[in-house]
């Protein structure tokens, strides 16, 4: 079955730097969009970037200037960098893609990983 399951969360000091890495599985033909996703205790899960198949990127405003996602086809992976954290930085980050599957990739759905918690704190 498709997975997607993240890595590289933890806990950082305000101002450090943390890479988070999301890696696809499974039966997978091709991927479109694929971005990262945050949801703070008691908010609305939110988007922190996205990129497409083709190297667009997407940010919010939180992380313009702060964060920057990449990406690897073939290896079926992004990596969000993510410097000068704050405390507000602090939550669940989610990675999401919408994957196609079949054999002309007919079939695509949109995917989420399990999370990984990201804590800002001193």
């Known amino acids: 079955q498709v997975q997607l399951v993240e890595s590289g969360g933890g806990l950082v000091q305000p101002g450090g730097s943390l890479r988070l890495s999301c890696v696809a599985s499974g039966p997978i033909s091709y991927i479109n969009t694929m971005g990262w996703y945050r949801q703070a205790p008691g908010k609305q899960r939110e988007l922190v970037a996205s990129?497409?198949?083709?190297?667009?990127?997407k940010y919010a405003n939180s992380a313009n200037g702060r964060s920057t996602i990449s990406r690897h086809n073939a290896e079926k992976t992004i990596w969000l960098e993510m410097n000068s954290l704050e405390p507000d930085d602090t939550a669940v980050y989610y990675c999401n893609a919408d994957i196609c599957s079949g054999i002309f990739a007919s079939t695509c759905e949109e995917r989420w990983g399990q999370g990984t918690q990201v804590t800002v704190s001193s």
């Open positions: 990129i497409t198949a083709g190297g667009r990127t």
